[in-house]
């Protein structure tokens, strides 16, 4: 039984709490720490053997601790990530590694002086069953090479602080790991295209829709539409095109309905529920790895977390030069290979 | 250019009217009878060179018709087909081919008399492009011998004379035609059910849904669901059961929209519309094998019109009875092959 | 965390046994029972922790056994039940309950003279989320009243010993509960129908395809078809027709690929595969309620697998009979709503 | 009825002196004019009062010749219409209106200088039923204003001349008209970006696939894919989003079919099958128009050939610049409106 020390119950965190205790098998949460303790208290409330740690650091150190999760807010990823390297323990780690592409070299860095991999980052949805089947395919050559894919990220609305930074770091950044995954490939150039912007578009600083096109070492273009306020439903396409044919991610399967001239299917606004079996099959590797102390191979590293900070900032330079902008990315060092 | 006499221009027979006149090369309506002398001189007003001839037997007689188009009422359709034989003028006939078993063995005993075939049925769903690819498919033998069928048969409303034996006159009828066609074979017994009723159905003489079964002779069942007050839309199923596979007849290809947390696309109420095109199909068709001597082999004959009449008879028998009632039907005559 | 004790590692039991080590949180097991001790013994070796107990009785009676799980041969579930009712454990009994209808009403009875309700059926597909869609949606009223349901089940394959008994009791017997569950409703009629059978058919005692009628109480009509030598995949279709329009079970969303001429989804013949979500979710909707003292209102109760046990006699009946047989079933008794 | 004289029986003239001939109502062939005068008279043979007419400016001249049908190649174009436009005849004109903007210009100031409308352009998808109905619900305004379509045009192969150029003038073309008259709006900048190419492409002189992004005047980008060698099929995409909501052109309703672990529908490699219905209908809609001495407002005009052009001419310079061209258009005049 892994004894995880969870840090951030907000929105995920909890989420990620209730999930470890009742969901996962083989794992419990005995340490939480928040920097509301009130809340923090309430959450591990129902539930024996959870102790609350004011601090973060401390939490990582605690002996009872086996494995750390952290959820907390985006600027502390780092730190707590170098700590829990310092102290061995495996991680899971949210997106981003770090707010800067230069911090999560840093942490790759640690950890590879540590000498043995034990981040794995929260890229859920390279445990979606869909994408899963979509990579196997494209990575069978049943197809041919991969050369183009189109691909789109839909939420129906936003928070009102969203804006066109959010647009690549907390959404394109999803596009531009599994994209990565998916074809085993890294972004070598970057351009951002504004259309028209939506009338439910409210924060100045928001370009919505906007399009990301991506070019990876091999030449394959990657264009994903960012569309964060589509109103109708949480929507994710990718349609990837090979030589000899086109493999496409399927929508949820849904109740098929006919009702007032109408033949339907429901969509959600809830992409936690468009995803959700991916983010109990990744804290299930994650639990079977860390039990069988090792890291999953199929999981984001540190390294990837990485090539998605340097990816996301050369989209936001092209957001402002409108041009075409080079991604500073190398092949992936042995240690995660 | 294939001169036609049309008797009859209430709604479908005008709907045939203004096809020839418009929609088919080869073909031009040069005569038409009504008993609704005011309303048929409406009709043909815009068009020169159409003349109104009250008298139908006249109409089919007339030197300058060199074919006749019979959509009049049902119980009209022996008598002008009979006449039409007489003359040896090509026929197009709206099903039904009389109003009696009987009478449809006379028209057919009359064609063959006469030695040449002159008579389509107006069975238009053969001409159906969807159901042309299903019957190749299944006559290919690709999938192997077939088994089973599901049908439905779907009206969003109906008339409110329709009742129990329009149910199987009027529509059970286009089922026993295609699925006949589709296979190659004819019904042999027949057995109706009738489930709970829909709050919608007013006629107390109507049972809405019901599913009428029919076996072929070579042990083959086709499950025909008749709903004709299901709300929602014109629709027809077909899913064919072979030993190695399914084939099922798809819905129109219509535009796909994602809106207000719905994936659908639109469906009609309107039956012509679902089935248009075939209907331009059969009369071009028709009026082709006009111009080249011959009859549509593809078409329903005669004794098509025949065996339909035989197999809702007992159909008929079947609602009444609750029991597996025979159809008396025997192998298609050389003359028909 | 609940201490199961299981009764059966063959194909299905080891799964579950694995399901309930590795995937399941809140249960363990700690004792297996099988009447292949080597088999047994090779199962359980790699989990710590885990007994073999030779007699399944004395399982059940273990004091570190809190809960057992039945998937031994059907003949063995009545006794093993009846025994776990005496000792007042929960219990979790794969399908059938017992291998007849008045077996079934022995536990039944036990179940109420007991006073607690202790077992849940392993009808698995009121786990999956695609049937739990279509209950809300048919028990929310926003299409009226369902009145006909077209159902078919169909295994790529069968086992050479399958024959027309186990196309009941085997497969219909599915569609039986989850029809009765879907629509909360029983059955009063039966009706079989044998079409022409497929050439892949080798047992000369299976008729397959074939189609159960069966009639509700209120009048629906649930129609089923039992193929299980279809060849092309595990398939499973449900379209409910109520009085404002259809709702139909979807296929899995599967990658869709263009190809050689062919738009396709890949289709699975592994009814496990099929199925496997709801598999964990049954058992972990089981493992939470014995957590909480008490059953799960969803799952199948004893009452249920009562209800399948007489449905499945009629349908034997009527099998051989060709005739419309009655279904013996009353109102569920208060003890089980 | 009209008599029409035909220039060019290529394959495609072929195709459309069979189309009037056979298919289309209220039209006829009475000149055909063609350099391989060998293969036209082979081509007229079957139908009685076809003259052949070497000299097509004498073609045009004909008095029995009502209205012109230019079928010959590309850089004939623009001298037929300029001599019809003087004849003041009816003119369907196969795309490109010219082979160069200047040319198309030429033909325009011919046509207003007329003062008459005569040309119809011989884009057919506008009288395709799946666009009509995209285009009736972005019309609408039910899904909010179009901000971007993501369109594709993929051919199973090419021929072994098709480059870079015909790329644009010979594929993207239809993009540009469709989607301009879609949103009924015009373009104002063009790109062109080169992924990775196929193994399949055998011409030195191109890329295939590429991507053609288009911005209007009102800002709404459009991307198409240019995919001339899929191998898979004819296929063509487009997928419009509005503030609302998206709606997305369907594929061709097919037999939909399980076999072999697959759930497929048929795809055609045939173009003109693909858009089989929508030839017909924009003939006889010209045919329609011109007996009724008037233009069909739906179809494409002088100043939409001319359009397409220009926007073309701007593809082929953004295809070597690498950068954002702009497209050297403005309003419509009024005589085209």
Redesign the interface.
């Known amino acids: 039984m892994l004894k995880v020390g969870l840090i951030g119950v907000g929105s995920m965190g909890t989420q990620h709490f209730l999930r470890i ?6 794992a419990t949460v005995v340490a939480v720490s928040d920097i509301n303790e009130a809340h923090a208290k309430e959450v591990i409330a129902p539930y024996e053997g959870v102790r609350y740690i004011a601090d973060p650091i401390e939490l990582i150190r605690d002996p009872e601790v086996d494995a750390v999760v952290i959820v907390s807010i985006d600027s502390t990823h780092e730190a707590y990530c170098i700590e829990a390297i310092k102290q061995q323990k495996y991680i899971f780690c949210e997106k981003p590694l770090s707010s800067s592409a230069a911090g999560a070299k840093a942490v790759v860095d640690a950890e590879m002086a540590g000498g043995k991999r034990l981040i794995q980052m929260g890229f859920n949805r390279r445990f979606d069953t ?1 994408y899963e ?2 990579k196997a ?1 494209v990575a069978s050559g ?4 991969p ?2 894919a ?1 691909c789109a990220h839909r939420n ?1 609305t936003y928070a009102p602080q969203y804006d066109d930074v959010t647009a690549v770091t907390g959404t394109a950044v999803h596009e531009i790991d599994i994209m990565s995954w998916l074809v085993g490939d890294y972004f070598t150039k970057a351009q951002v ?1 504004f ?6 578009v409210q924060n100045p600083n928001l370009h919505d ?1 906007q ?1 990301v ?1 991506l ?1 990876t070492s ?4 990657v ?1 994903c ?1 960012i ?1 964060v306020n ?4 949480y ?1 994710v396409r990718c349609e990837v ?1 090979c ?27 809830d992409g936690g529920g468009y995803f959700a ?1 991916s983010y109990n099959r990744e804290f ?1 590797a994650w639990a ?1 790895a860390c039990n069988s102390g090792t890291v999953n191979e199929a999981a984001a590293s540190a390294w990837d977390g990485y090539c998605a900070a340097v990816t996301t900032d050369a989209c936001l330079k092209a957001q402002k030069s409108g041009a075409i902008e080079p991604v500073a990315l190398t092949e992936r060092p042995a240690f995660y290979k």
């Open positions: 205790m009742n969901v996962i098998s083989g869909r089947e979509l395919l049943d197809l041919g090479e050369m183009v189109h129906a295209i259309p028209k912007s939506s009338r439910h829709p399009i096109l070019t091999s030449g394959m273009v264009s539409e569309w589509c109103q109708f439903a929507d095109l030589e000899d044919g086109t493999a496409t991610l399927p929508r949820p399967a849904r109740v098929d309905v006919c009702t007032k001239q109408l033949n339907y299917t429901g969509m959600t606004t079996d299930q079977d």
